[in-house]
């Protein structure tokens, strides 16, 4: 009994003996198939972050996310609406805003970082170039000059719309039309269709305005409410509530304007801070969108004319 007891006692001894370098082979194998797979993980991690790029605001196939600020010109307004309505349709992770404070506003939010883009409805002045901002032109508009419907004017020569403006022709029959004072309407001083218009009538600061309005909108109004007004406004918002005069014999329509036959024309400019290459990725995407042929039909179809 005794011998019995202890030969398997040593059998069990020589057993246990064993176990313990089978668990560490064991171990071992697991280990290694641990860092194979945590291998392979990390192999794949990689790979989608080089094929998505996790974490940034948007890639090539169209998963951009973010906000887009702009400011400007109140003449740029519906053409800012439909574009970013158009550009957020093809983005929905993308939020633009816009601001309609004036181009000279517009610029100086550009200048002072507040927004991505500034809006002018003119070209940049060389002050404004100097603080680093860079002309973008994405539209060509014409400035309409408008009179009420019951004026029985049609065409009006440019020199003779200059003295208008400069206050040395005052009644409607001093050119052909009733006895009627001339009501001068314009827009504040910073507007950019101001600018712009008096720059290429040549009366720059030389303007005796009856009213000077902060908005496109409210120029058409108060022209097509006041018997013997006289305004000017973006060619894209002019309608039947009021009348849009030849000027030199010349009617405002894009033929007329691509052939440089129309006198009031100028560029509808988005401004950036540096050129478009050095803006972050959302601002990149929002120009090749106004280039692409979704952005072009857009500028069509609220009466602008594409940059050739």
Known sequence: MIMNFTKHRYAKCVTTNKAPQENKQWKDEVFIMKKKLFAAITAVCLLAVAFTGCGSEGTENG???GNIKLAG?????????AMSESFMEANPGVTVTVEYT????????????SVDIGNASR??????KANGSVENVVAIDGIAVI?????????ISSENLAKIYTGEITNWNEIGGEDQP???????????TRDAFEELLEVKDACAYAQELDSTGAVLAK???????????????VDSTVIGLKIDGVEPTEE??????????????????????????????WFAYINSDAGKEVIKKVGLIIPQ
């Open 182 to 192: 001339i009501v001068v309407i314009g827009r504040e001083a910073g507007s950019g």
């Open 63 to 65: 998963d951009l996310k």
């Open 223 to 237: 022209v097509a409410s006041t018997p013997g007004a006289i305004g000017y406004v973006s060619l894209d918002v």
């Open 123 to 128: 070209g940049l002045k060389d002050g404004e």
């Open 256 to 285: 007329q304007i691509l052939a440089g036959s129309y006198l009031l024309q100028r560029p509808f400019v988005m401004a950036t801070n540096g050129e478009i290459g050095e803006q972050n990725e959302l601002v990149q995407a």
């Open 73 to 81: 010109s109140t003449s740029m307004e519906k053409l800012c609406e």
């Open 102 to 113: 004036g181009s000279g506003t517009g610029l100086e939010s550009l200048a002072a970082g």
């Open 147 to 155: 009179i009420d419907k019951n004026n029985s004017v049609t065409d």
